[in-house]
């Protein structure tokens, strides 16, 4: 038997992991002890991250934002005849033949993007995995081809298909 440093329980030897370094070649606290400690740095390593990722988001928006005003203003008609052909393409692109689960399907992955952006606190939106009007292809506003993602991966995909 041995007492674990941790909570202070005696407990079997079978009880604590190896370790060659400790004079009786065993842990000082106990697995149970050792479990909770990896899973309180495992939640707090992810609170971190998503820390992280917010205060990128944070320091990056001004910028993001007026590179986006600049390039808007730089590409007004041409966007605006985009929006237009987009609203369009967006209408022909929905097939006749969905079901109403596939439809709700559809509506089910635009609130998946608004969770996530309260969630994380960065805006996601639903974003076409093959283009409705790519060059050579035509995707469709069907579940299969929707997911949500961050706006900014968004945006740079639509700019890169619009300046090529
Ligand atoms: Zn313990």
Known sequence: MKQCSKCG?????EAFG?????KDGLRSECRKCKAHAADTYREANREQERERA?????????????????????????RNALIR???AGLATATPMWL????????????AE??????????????????????????GLHVPWNLRAIPAAENLSK???????
Do not use: F
Not at 18 to 22: I, V
Not at 60 to 69: L, P
Not at 158 to 164: A, E, K, V
């Open 113 to 138: 993007a608004d969770r996530l952006t309260s969630e994380t606190g960065i805006p996601h939106h639903v974003d076409h995995i093959i283009p409705l009007k790519g060059s050579g292809v035509c």
């Open 9 to 13: 329980e005696v407990k079997p030897l």
């Open 54 to 78: 917010k205060a990128w988001y944070e320091g990056n928006r001004e910028q993001h934002a007026t590179s986006m005003k600049t390039w808007r203003e730089a590409n007004r008609p041409r």
């Open 85 to 87: 052909a987009y609203k």
């Open 99 to 110: 079901s109403k689960e596939q439809r709700d399907a559809i509506a089910a992955i635009y």
């Open 158 to 164: 639509s700019n890169r298909l619009i300046l090529d």
């Open 18 to 22: 190896k370790r060659k370094a400790s």
